[in-house]
């Protein structure tokens, strides 16, 4: 073996571990989503194994973490990504007098969404229910807003932000003037 693949498996143990407590995941919890046992990702992580390539698969499956950048010795420059207000993803034809502004990454879709949303006066977001569990978490940044959460309604006003269940029929209506609001959708 070559000093870069001992320094690789060296630090796959400590990598492993980090990436399941970073997510707040047990070693019964990763055992499960893996089908690996609880004991070999014990040993795994205490550097007492070495996994076959197909336990590290299932292992960077579940944990979702990239196969290739666990391995990968390279420390990576810290980034940051910008999305120029050009470059945003907008969608027009969703609701009545509503502009969305897709701010969050693709790879987040039905996770943790992050919207802006442009409601014109008497405009309206309609939503069908999302996944069971599915919650919004809505801050109005200027106006004012109706909101209806299945059977419950309330009105949201500049710096206000409501959290409700997003598995049930929902909506967001403008009222009194347009609405300037961001929007977090977990578990979509």
Known sequence: MTDKSDAILTQLPARLKSARTGQGLSLDAVAKLSGVSRSMVSQIERGESSPTIATLWNLTRALQVDF?????????????????????????????????????????????EVYELLIDEGGVLDSQPHTRGAREHLTIIQGTAGLHSGDAESVIHTGDTARYPADVPHAIKAIDGSVRAFLVVQDA
């Open 68 to 112: 290739a950048g666990l391995l990968d010795n390279t420390q990576s420059p810290a980034q940051i990504e910008v999305l120029r207000a050009a470059e945003v993803p907008t969608i027009h034809n969703l609701g009545s007098g509503c502009h969305i502004r897709i701010l969050s990454p693709p790879e987040e879709a039905g996770k943790h």
